[in-house]
């Protein structure tokens, strides 16, 4: 049985830092790409990092120069840091893992940024 399983998120003031991560199992997680999505209230789902198997990765323009996508393979975990928060990174934050054999997503977890 495959899971992914968001956590790290919570409540943090501007400017503050949080690390996600996002632990899978049930897969040969070092096979599959990582992303990070997040959707906030009334919001569409919109991709924030992503990083292949390979280990390039990709921002959204947004979260460039803050946010930094890493994976560890040897514990089937990925990573999401997230520095200088703001107000707008308030959303819940998805995991999702994905190949040519499919993909996975966890249940997310809540980040609210507030002072």
């Known amino acids: 049985q495959v899971q992914v399983v968001e956590s790290g998120g919570g409540l943090v003031q501007p400017g503050g830092s949080l690390t996600l991560s996002c632990a899978a199992s049930?897969?040969?997680?070092?096979?599959?790409?990582m992303a990070w999505y997040r959707q906030a209230p009334g919001k569409q789902r919109e991709l924030v990092a992503s990083i292949l198997s390979d280990g390039t990765t990709n921002y959204a323009d947004s979260v460039k120069g803050r946010f930094t996508i890493s994976r560890d393979n040897a514990k089937n975990t990925g990573y999401l840091q997230i520095n200088s928060l703001l107000l707008e990174d308030t959303a819940v934050y998805y995991c999702s893992l994905l190949n040519s054999l499919g993909g996975y997503w966890g249940q997310g977890t809540q980040v609210t940024v507030s002072s």
């Open positions: 049930g897969i040969i997680f070092r096979i599959y790409a």
